[in-house]
């Protein structure tokens, strides 16, 4: 995982936009350098209809599985803390040759640019631009064949975009998300859908020129760390992104999983109503050790029986649009 003219629901409407994409978040092989090479492992099949890689086994294997992809071009451009590679050039180009027939086949439907790359203070916003533009030129190269291809970014929570408030959000980004699961202290699920849509609304889009779109971030996880309060977003313990029971005012991975299902649907209504809302990136699907994340977030959607089948569904609704709008998210 951004973005000057704001639509009104009216406009959204009318547009008839719908979501065309569901992807997970999440690092189906381990991070390198704080970044994530692929996304999705073919269990997600019949649930996710996109993911991100660099691996051109990965990205045919996937489509075989009905998976299409936005190609990961972070390791071609970058390298964490130390910017621009200086053969960047060199290697992109040998990259492009390499995904031409991906591209051509409909596997790879874009880019993702990376991770919290500015925000993260990975590299400089100038060498974001370099690697988008160099991006912007192939899009262009293959649009006059009649391949529409967009790039994504994704950023970290809400500082970052104060960066681009004098020049917008680089036309050359097609979409953009932000990843921050903790924007409303009432911690309903339907709360944290109305605290991220409000920062949308109110900060990411009046930075968007008219044909950028963005993806929503959802969290999706679960825990069975049995940890109480602690201080500043953690007061409710684990029960910040759960549910308690009724009966025993437990935290469970099953009241977790509760909260996430009813999260998701949230997040689904919202993007039916906003034509900027183009697809879904929810973190994340693969469970991890109590130890391997922040906290209250190890369980990954895989082992969630009811936020699986709510993304199933969702997912059932996303595939439709995508075929009757073709691969491009920012159409």
């Not at 936009?17 to 090479?37: G, H, I, M, R, W």
């Not at 803390?81 to 290697?91: H, Q």
Request: with cysteine; glycine share 8%.
């Amino acid at each position: 995982m951004h973005i000057s003219l704001l639509l009104s629901v009216a406009t959204s409407a009318a547009a008839g936009k719908a979501p065309s994409t569901l992807l997970f978040y999440t690092c189906a092989t381990k991070e390198v350098a704080n970044q994530c090479d692929e996304s999705f492992s073919l269990d997600q099949r019949g649930v996710a209809n996109r993911g991100f890689s660099a691996n051109t086994t990965t990205i045919a294997a996937g489509f075989a599985a009905g998976i299409t992809t936005l190609f990961s071009t972070h390791d071609t451009f970058f390298r964490n803390g130390a910017g621009l590679r200086p053969d960047w050039k060199e290697a992109w180009a040998a990259v492009q040759l390499e995904i031409d027939s991906l591209v051509r086949s409909g596997a790879i439907v874009g880019f993702f640019a990376g991770d919290e790359l500015v925000s993260g203070g990975k590299i400089t916003r100038a060498e974001l631009l370099t690697c988008l533009d160099a991006l912007a030129v192939a899009k262009a190269t293959y649009k006059q064949q009649g391949i529409t291809l967009f790039t994504w970014a994704n950023e970290g929570g809400e500082v970052w975009v104060e960066q681009f408030n004098a020049s917008g959000i680089p036309a050359s980004l097609d979409v953009v998300s932000i990843d921050d699961y903790y924007m409303d202290a009432k911690g309903t699920p339907e709360s944290q859908v109305q605290g991220h849509r409000q920062w949308y609304e109110n900060t990411l889009y009046p930075l968007l020129n008219a044909e950028q779109r963005v993806f929503v971030v959802p969290g999706s996880f679960a825990t069975r760390n049995a940890n109480g309060p602690t201080t500043g977003r953690y007061a409710n313990g684990n029960a910040t992104f759960c549910y308690r029971d009724a009966a025993t005012g437990a935290v469970t991975p099953a009241t977790c999983d509760a909260y996430m299902a009813d999260q998701a649907n949230a997040f689904a209504t919202w993007a039916w109503d906003d034509a900027r809302v183009v697809g879904f990136a929810p973190w994340h699907w693969d469970t991890r050790g109590i130890a391997d994340v922040s906290p209250y977030k190890e369980i990954g959607v895989v082992d969630m029986p009811r936020t699986k089948a709510a993304w199933k569904k969702i997912g059932a609704r996303v595939r439709r649009a995508a075929a009757a709008t073709g691969p491009s998210a920012s159409q």
